[in-house]
């Protein structure tokens, strides 16, 4: 197989998926019951991943349940976005201001090892179920709170999805074009860093109990998680005073570091040193490239980066895309081509990572996350319909009878 193949150029076809027979809860997180109240999807996300580790996750719904099982596309009975951040848990409609209802909640909780709630900051203490209130019950509980902008500050109570907080924090600014708008990235990179940051935090809490033997309560915000992964343009901001400017798809800092045309795609190619920018000459058939005072460092492409451009695409334009792949692999220069979604599904590198899996009959992304000692199944168990778990779950956490109750 030649490179072009192996980076996915004019892929055929779909990957292979093994499929087994009957996906069972088991990772390294199968001793953990988690109360799951949150919705949509940066709290849902979280405990997805919660629930990949093996953990027991039951996710209480209002009666009109989750909203995302509305959200296209759908599926046979929920939608497919709410199957993919919701799969191996257990669904029960509970509504807690009611009597019977809260009970049973706080039988759960009880039992639970983790809490989670993404509502607005506030809603929980209404409800009678602070971090206090409960801690009280269970001292063990790790209590989690994922929200827009966290539990303190002068925005704490305001409401806010992905793309408010992709506004807020700086990321619209820094994405697009310089001659064009604010550009919101294409994915709700807000929702999942706050998704991601909420695994990580309970995590970390979980661990931290274990040498204490005390939980704690969690608090992350969308706003800090978004904040914490400008990076570059944080770092350009606070080390020079300057704010960062949108630069399309090239590097700020390091060129040539780029999308480039060739005759009849696109190509990328990242020199992150002198070296490789050296190599890259050499395989344009341009050596003369490394020497010139234009481009003899980094510092100097960056000043003359339209002309550096101007050069590269020059002697790429000459060739195909798939050329180029191949003799600037070859040569030890970091290249890439452009894939589409369906592309990058259907990667050979997508099913060799088990990136693609299937729970239920929807197929979704697979877990990043690879442990040696356990196993990355290719099926996983469905996304629960609403309340698909409730009859049962009542019977088990039903509260005790109280000695007086049958006199």
């Not at 976005?81 to 029960?92: A, L, P, T």
Request: aromatic share 6%; glycine share 10%.
């Amino acid at each position: 197989m030649g490179l072009a193949a192996r980076l996915g150029i004019n892929l055929q076809g779909k990957g292979h998926m093994n499929v087994a027979d009957r996906p069972e809860r088991s990772g390294p997180l199968s001793d953990l019951l988690v109360v799951d109240l949150t919705h949509v999807l940066n709290g849902p996300y979280a405990t997805m991943m919660l629930a990949d580790q093996g953990a027991r996750v039951i996710k209480i719904e209002p009666p009109d349940g989750d909203d995302a099982r509305s959200f296209a596309p759908l599926g046979d009975t929920n939608g497919t976005y709410f199957n993919s951040i919701n799969r191996g848990k257990e669904s029960i409609v509970l509504n807690l201001k009611e009597e019977n209802d809260r009970a049973i909640f706080l039988t759960m909780i009880d039992r639970a090892d983790v809490l989670t709630e993404n509502y607005r900051p506030g809603t929980m203490e209404r409800l009678g179920f602070s971090y206090e209130t409960l801690r009280e019950r269970n001292p063990r509980l790790i209590y989690g709170s994922s929200s827009g902008f966290g539990q303190t500050g002068p925005l704490s109570s305001f409401p806010a999805y992905d793309s408010i907080i992709q506004a807020m924090s700086g990321l619209m600014t820094i994405t697009g074009w310089p001659d064009g708008p604010p550009t919101r990235t294409g994915t709700s990179l807000a929702d999942l860093l706050g998704g991601l940051f909420f695994y990580a935090a309970l995590s970390t809490a979980l661990h931290a109990r274990e040498r204490t033997g005390e939980g704690t309560h969690v608090d992350v915000a969308m706003f800090d998680a978004t904040v914490a992964f400008l990076e570059q343009g944080l770092v350009e901001y606070l080390g020079t005073g300057r704010t960062p400017r949108r630069v399309g798809n090239r590097h700020p800092f390091i060129a040539p570091f780029d999308v480039f045309e060739t005759s009849d795609g696109h190509v990328t190619i990242c020199c992150g040193n002198n070296h490789l920018f050296d190599l890259l000459c050499g395989v344009l058939g341009k050596p003369e490239m490394a020497t010139d005072h234009r481009f003899s460092t980094n510092e100097h492409r960056e000043i003359y980066e339209r002309e550096l451009r101007e050069e590269l695409e020059e002697v790429l334009m000459t060739r195909p895309t798939e050329h180029w792949l191949e003799v600037i692999h070859d040569a030890g220069v970091p290249v890439g081509p452009i894939l589409n979604v369906a592309e990058a599904a259907h990667h050979p590198q997508t099913a060799a990572r088990n990136m693609i899996i299937t729970a239920g009959t929807t197929r979704m992304a697979g877990t990043p996350i690879k442990l040696s000692t356990y196993d990355d199944v290719s099926v996983r168990a469905a996304a629960p319909s609403l309340d698909e778990h409730g009859p049962a779950l009542r019977a088990e956490f039903a509260p005790p009878v109280r000695p007086d109750a049958t006199q």
